[in-house]
């Protein structure tokens, strides 16, 4: 089982820079991939970033560049480190981890709670 705590969101000008963070806590469980996927009002969930446990990393075509995804294994911390902020960025931002358990040798998926990032213009 995993829990995810995002942190890190808020209010940000165009042009300014966020970092998001990830906490995640974990039993039995063995992460494959962790990412970032974000919502905004009236559209689908997305994909910004994600990473995989060999830490090759893989970003929607709207961040690229602009965002940055990495992970502090040894604090079991996911971080989106966000430059270059649009308008188009606001969303709700939700941490996901893909992975097996130790228990049942299935594969979970779960889901943080989501933060809000708005950029205001």
């Known amino acids: 089982q995993v829990q995810l705590v995002e942190s890190g969101g808020g209010l940000v000008q165009a042009g300014g820079s966020l970092r998001l963070s990830c906490s995640a806590s974990?039993?039995?469980?063995?992460?494959?991939?962790m990412g970032w996927y974000r919502q905004a009002p009236g559209k689908q969930r997305e994909l910004v970033a994600e990473i995989t446990n060999g830490g090759s990393t893989n970003y929607g075509d709207s961040v690229k560049g602009r965002f940055t995804i990495s992970a502090d294994n040894a604090k079991n911390t996911l971080y989106l480190q966000m430059n270059s902020l649009k308008v188009e960025d606001t969303a709700v931002y939700y941490c996901?981890?893909?992975?097996?358990?130790?228990?049942?040798?299935?594969?979970?998926?779960?889901w943080g709670q989501g933060t809000q990032v708005t950029v205001s213009s």
């Open positions: 974990r039993r039995s469980f063995i992460i494959n991939v």
């Open positions: 996901k981890a893909d992975g097996r358990s130790s228990i049942d040798r299935r594969m979970y998926t779960y």
